[in-house]
């Protein structure tokens, strides 16, 4: 089992930045891949960015070139930086795990761009 606690959301204004961490715990669980994915009010939920198994990072077409995914291998946390935020990034942003085949999601963590 594994839990996941993101942080770092907030409000901004367009042009701004911020950092996003979510950190996994529990026990028996492994990292196949994680990453973020957000929700925008009335919108489905997409896939923002991740690492895959191989360690190959992706980005949604766009967040590329705005916003960079790392982590912490040792302290079982991703980050994503989101530089040059728009207004069209306001969404509740999650993150995913992918352990043997089940997925697990934190709560999200809400980032509001004002434009």
């Known amino acids: 089992q594994a839990q996941l606690v993101e942080s770092g959301g907030g409000l901004v204004q367009a042009g701004e930045s911020l950092r996003l961490s979510c950190t996994a715990s529990g026990s028996g669980f492994s990292i196949n891949a994680i990453g973020w994915f957000r929700q925008a009010p009335g919108k489905q939920r997409e896939r923002v960015a991740g690492f895959t198994k191989d360690g190959r990072s992706m980005y949604v077409d766009s967040v590329q070139g705005r916003f960079t995914i790392s982590g912490d291998n040792a302290k079982n946390t991703v980050f994503m930086q989101m530089n040059s935020l728009k207004a069209e990034d306001t969404a509740v942003y999650y993150c995913?795990?992918?352990?043997?085949?089940?997925?697990?999601w934190g709560k999200g963590t809400l980032v509001t761009v004002s434009s």
């Open positions: 995913n795990l992918i352990s043997r085949g089940t997925s697990y």
